[in-house]
């Protein structure tokens, strides 16, 4: 890894989102990474999936949605520290997102190092694939994350998000026995991952670690839709209808039962 005082990563965003209220503790800066390694079906930000081009061009990648831009450590600092007086006032800070953020893992470690310098809270939300090694590295350093946990069967989670389940649950065991402070996000997607089957077996898993109480359902919502087609990509859940407000209503009583702390929303 390069010390940041001269960091020469790259790393290759494709938003930096403002004042977001969902992402963790207080008014935070969002940013985030392109490249993701899971093709999630209900994927709402499709044109994040692609690995950007790593060419020397400043501008990667001109899709029909947006712009991948390609920035050094101090360019990206300097973007997040212009809202450091909302973060002091509502104790927020930064949230790397994505695409998935581990994926650009040397540039992800230098930036949450700037951030530690300077005092910025980081919070890091990821699906948890990744290396172990990787996710090891960056939780040594990161103040909270939210972790996305989608699936409990291997076949499941191979045939909607495309990648094998065992590093998503190796890196949530690592964070258990290691005590970081993780709220786990599960996507509420109707007939998928909604069902009993899984929502019963994810209460299983957590209860059997000891440690995470704090959960975040995300019900589904189709406001990515239209991008799928921009994009010219498949969308295998095109016209799928939200969860009800019943059933979003009965996972989060169940979850409640067995002892956690529930939102809903991020
Ligand atoms: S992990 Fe997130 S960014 Fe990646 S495909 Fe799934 S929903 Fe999209």
Redesign the pocket.
């Known amino acids: 890894m390069t010390d940041t005082k001269q960091s020469t990563q790259k790393g290759y965003i494709f938003k930096i989102q403002k004042y977001c209220l969902h992402d963790g503790p207080g008014i935070r800066t969002t940013i985030f990474f392109q490249g993701?390694?899971?093709?999630?079906q209900?994927?709402?930000?499709?044109e994040?999936?692609s690995f950007a081009d790593k060419t020397d061009k400043n501008k990667i990648n001109q899709n029909k949605i947006g712009q991948t831009d390609t920035y050094s450590v101090s360019k990206l600092i300097y973007e997040i520290e212009k809202d450091r007086i909302f973060y002091d006032q509502s104790q927020g800070g930064v949230t790397f997102?994505?695409?998935?953020p581990l994926s650009q893992p040397d540039f992800l470690l230098d930036i949450i190092k700037e951030c530690e310098k300077k005092a910025i809270h980081t919070c890091l939300d990821?699906?948890g694939?990744a290396s172990l090694n990787v996710f090891k590295e960056i939780c040594q350093k990161i103040d909270m994350v939210l972790f996305?946990l989608?699936f409990i069967d291997n076949n499941m989670h191979k045939q909607f998000?495309?990648v094998p389940l065992k590093p998503v649950l190796d890196s949530l065991k690592f964070a258990s026995k290691n005590n970081i402070a993780v709220t786990i996000r599960i996507?509420l997607i109707p007939d998928i991952t909604d069902t009993n089957d899984n929502i019963n077996g994810i209460i299983f898993f957590l209860t059997s670690l000891k440690k995470f109480k704090d959960i975040s359902l995300l019900p589904f919502h189709n406001t990515g839709e239209g991008k799928y087609e921009t994009l010219g990509m498949k969308n295998h859940l095109k016209g799928l209808k939200p969860c009800s407000t019943t059933k979003i209503n009965k996972i989060k009583q169940k979850f409640k039962d067995n002892g956690f702390n529930v939102t809903i929303g991020g």
């Open positions: 993701c390694p899971l093709k999630c209900w994927c709402h930000n499709p994040s999936q997102s994505g695409g998935e990821t699906s694939y996305d989608k998000t495309n996507p």
